[in-house]
């Protein structure tokens, strides 16, 4: 009976510290960021980062518990066909966790996730993977080195016209 006990206590231990760990609030969010980004500026509900010399933009919102981080990478004007279709075949073989995605005339490398249940680990592998999807688009369109089998040949480009900055998000 001593033993159920202690087993019992054990595992309510260990259930409450694994519910706390995965707590993520914007606070814990912005010092994350900060303490990987070359520069930070906040504004409410987003961030806007430089990452490895790419401009990053982290949104959130508390209240829905979601939470994005982003990149541009090319203005839809400039963007080839062929690099839209290798986009969509990278959205399910090499992108993983990121995706390509079109918004505001712009093709970015998305990370979306509930915000609350992200731990630091995640949060630090999402800017990996969306800088990695940024600067790969165009050649290799991944996200790590990770790769699904299955049909992952794509058309390279020449070097693209990369979006180097973007203004303030409103």
């Not at 001593?2 to 019992?8: A, E, Q, T």
């Not at 005339?105 to 999807?133: N, T």
């Not at 080195?145 to 040949?153: A, D, M, R, S």
Request: aromatic content about 10%.
């Amino acid at each position: 009976m001593k033993n159920m006990r202690y087993l019992c206590l054990l595992f309510s231990l260990t259930f409450l510290t694994a519910i706390q760990s995965q707590d993520m609030s914007s606070e814990k969010l912005t010092d994350l960021i900060t303490k990987v980004s070359d520069t930070i500026i906040t504004s409410g509900n987003s961030i806007q980062f430089s990452y490895k010399q790419r401009p990053l933009y982290c949104i959130y919102d508390e209240n829905a518990n979601r939470m994005r981080i982003i990149s541009p990478i090319i203005e839809t004007k400039d963007l080839e066909e062929e690099q839209l279709l290798n986009a969509l075949v990278a959205n399910f073989h090499s992108a993983l966790d990121v995706k390509y995605a079109l918004s505001d005339e712009v093709m970015w490398s998305v990370f979306i996730h509930p915000l609350k249940e992200l731990q630091d680990h995640q949060v630090l592998d999402a800017i990996d993977q969306v800088y990695a999807a940024s600067i790969t688009f165009g050649s290799s369109y991944s996200s790590t080195n990770l790769v699904f089998p299955g049909n992952t040949k794509k058309k390279e480009y020449p070097k693209l016209k990369r979006i180097e900055k973007i203004e303030k998000l409103d």
